[in-house]
Antibody, heavy 121, light 107 residues
């Protein structure tokens, strides 16, 4: 069974930083691209960032470009999202998700339970 | 960026009804479209990809159609477990844009 467990969420002040982790098990982690998707409570889904299987290619939504950094450690089966210069509008539940294909199609078939990040003074 | 627009935003229906949700893309995305179901407090669940391919384990009452800019998710006979919010998502571009969601609730 594929399992994704996010951690690292919490309350942070505007302008602060936070790092989310996503531990993956039951899955050939090193073979698949990984992604972060967020959801403001009560609102829709927003794609945040993705990283290739090897980690040498990344992409970001315009709303987080230059402030967030995605990375992965294939030896630890773990995905990360380093968030800096946080804004109140970054408040959301952050989900990690696996790409459904080794060809990195960009749709997502396994999701974590989500980590709540609250940016507030 | 590609914009994805779903309609309706809310759909009230009864068990056994046939329901359809439309998703329109601001430019052609070929068939690079996925549909997800999300229930309150839960992560999204992949239902359909490549516009019409059913994900393994998803009931056959779900179906998808369309290509280019207009797509449809159909539930042939609504079941109690299907009351949820549904999202489309394009993967023609690296923006991976989601639609705003369609909530299916009990009439």
């Amino acid at each position: 069974e594929v399992r994704l467990v996010e951690s690292g969420g919490g309350l942070v002040q505007p302008g602060g930083s936070l790092r989310l982790s996503c531990a993956v098990s039951g899955f050939t982690f090193r073979s698949y691209s990984m992604h972060w998707v967020r959801q403001v409570p009560g609102k829709g889904l927003e794609y945040v960032s993705g990283i290739s299987s090897s980690g040498d290619s990344t992409n970001y939504a315009n709303s987080v470009e230059g402030r967030f950094s995605i990375s992965r450690d294939n030896s630890k089966n773990t995905l990360y999202l380093q968030m800096a210069s946080l804004r109140t509008e970054d408040t959301a539940v952050y989900y990690c998700a696996t790409d459904a294909s080794e060809y990195s199609y960009g749709f997502f078939n396994n999701w974590g339970q989500g980590a709540l990040v609250t940016v507030s003074s | 960026d590609i914009q994805m627009t779903q309609s309706p935003s809310t759909l009230s229906a009864s068990v056994g009804d046939r329901v359809s949700i439309t998703c329109r893309a601001s430019q052609s995305i070929n068939s690079w479209l996925a549909w997800y179901q999300q229930k309150p407090g839960k992560a999204p669940k992949l239902l359909i990809y490549k516009a019409s391919t059913l994900e393994s384990g998803v009931p056959s009452r779900f179906s998808g159609s369309g290509s280019g800019t207009e797509f449809t998710l159909t539930i042939s006979s609504l079941q109690p477990d299907d009351f949820a919010t549904y999202y489309c998502q394009e993967y023609n571009s690296y923006s991976y844009t989601f639609g705003q969601g369609t909530k299916v609730d009990i009439k």
